[in-house]
């Protein structure tokens, strides 16, 4: 994996006879692999699970850490939340949203739980939440259990959506769930639905789904656990009533750290973070908080201190941005490079392999930083969960990687994740392993006993 530049691709001569422009590689590829802190044997093409954070970044959560086990009380009590503002005003500022309308938590799905547990259900028992078959599965487990432990006052309603789709149809079938919903007596409360969808990974048309959400008088609860670092985001523009967004994927903060944005009309809404602490004002009055520099905002002091927790990640949200600005020539940079690989990697893979990628004719669903590449496989091994497992354990083991699978109807598919960090080599080794792999699944040589 050494700093060898593929200069016959398009993406790094800097332009795609499909995609027009893209920009050069001088700055992005495999040399800004000296910033992070790969094992030199491994090949990370699965950013989009965990994300990476640089070395520098990583030096100042170590710094922020040090700081709290120097003086406690003085960085708990009185540096943290000036330092913990400073970080807001920078996600604001990268979302386009007011900083008093955004807020850190430990993940995206927090945020998700955080929304759907605040919300109140009719004793009608005609709420409903939809969402969409391709939910990421702790979601929509979260949905299970809103629902579970409702007392009956909530259901929930999937709308199934089947892959390559175009996006009015994603959105029609929005829009007959909302009729659907009201045909048998219920009532759509909130849509719970991705920025950029886990497995596979494709852009989700969140912007019209939000559009169409305003139209039904449905509340929109976005989740871009794949978002911000990876797509232009503009949430003035948006304006969803409910957005969180993973930064210690795209964005490149340490992990875990998530931004919560909920607008100033739906704040009332959210009466406590998760857990309930100092922040939280209940209808009784107010109880002593021992905190001081209490923010003015009340959703905003909500989520100030959450308990006792390292919160150092959240410290690094304004470094992390800084980082991208000054190192790697900033976001639109970082996006255009990203997105372009992808594609430009996906379709590289896709033919050592000898498939396709997974897209619509419109091209919309990889818009995004994230391909899914077909396997070469028969039926019945697709089918089989037994050897998906092995696959992806033997890229632990045999090849220093790892690649997700996940499965359609008589098709395996693998995602593959670009970053600054890699280049079109990288998507044309992913392509060799995967044949490899599916050579020895033909052959019948996977070791099971391994499970």
């Known amino acids: 994996m050494g700093p060898t530049e593929q200069s016959s691709s398009s993406i790094n001569s800097g332009y795609n006879a499909v995609d027009g422009p893209v920009i050069s590689s001088s700055i992005l590829g495999q040399r800004v692999l000296q910033h992070f802190e790969f094992h030199p044997s491994y090949r990370n093409l699965n950013h989009g699970s965990f994300g990476a954070s640089p070395r520098d970044i990583r030096k100042k959560l170590r710094y922020y850490q040090d700081l709290t086990e120097a003086t406690p009380d003085k960085f708990l009590r009185y540096d943290l939340p000036s330092i913990l503002n400073e970080s807001r005003e920078a996600v604001a500022k990268l979302l386009n949203a007011p900083p008093d309308t955004v807020v850190f938590v430990p993940n995206a799905t927090t945020g998700v739980n955080t929304i759907l547990r605040s919300l109140t259900w009719n004793d009608d028992c005609k709420d409903e939440i939809l969402y969409f078959n391709t939910i990421y599965g702790a979601c929509g487990k979260t949905i299970d259990y809103i629902v579970d432990s409702g007392l009956g006052r909530v259901s929930s309603r999937a709308i199934q959506i089947t892959y390559p789709c175009e996006d009015e149809e994603i959105v029609n079938s929005f829009k007959a769930a909302v009729q659907s919903s009201t045909g048998s007596g219920k009532r759509a409360k909130v849509c719970v639905f991705d920025v950029v969808s886990s497995l596979p990974g494709v852009r989700f048309p969140f912007e019209a789904i939000d559009k169409a959400c305003k139209e039904a ?33 795209w964005l490149h903060v340490p992990r875990g750290c998530a931004v919560l944005y909920v607008p100033p009309r739906n704040q009332a809404l959210i009466t406590s973070s998760l857990p309930t602490s100092h922040g939280y004002v209940a209808k009784s009055g107010a109880r002593f908080n021992p905190l001081p520099m209490a923010n003015p905002s009340t959703f905003v002091n909500n989520f100030q201190f959450v308990g006792t927790m390292d919160s150092s990640s959240y410290l690094c949200v304004k470094d992390a941005i800084a980082w991208r600005q000054e190192v790697l020539g900033g976001e ?120």
């Open 217 to 249: 008088g449905v509340l929109s609860l976005m989740d871009g656990a794949q978002g911000i670092g990876m797509i232009d985001l503009d949430l003035r523009a948006l304006d969803p009533d409910f957005f969180v967004s993973n930064c210690h994927k």
């Open 332 to 451: 639109a940079r970082i996006i255009e490079y990203v997105q372009a690989l992808a594609k430009e990697g996906g379709k590289k893979a896709a033919g050592i392999l000898g498939t396709e990628v997974l897209d619509n004719k419109s091209g919309s669903m990889s818009n995004c930083g994230m391909t899914n590449v077909a396997l070469p496989l028969e039926a019945e091994a697709v089918a089989d969960v037994k050897i998906r497992e092995w696959m992806m354990e033997a890229m632990i083991h045999d090849y220093k990687t790892f690649v997700p699978l996940f499965a359609t109807p008589g098709r395996l598919y693998a995602r593959l994740s670009a970053q600054v960090y890699l280049n079109v080599e990288d998507f044309e080794w992913a392509g060799q392993m995967l044949l490899d792999l599916c050579g020895r699944v033909a052959k019948g040589t996977t070791p099971f006993s391994r499970l």
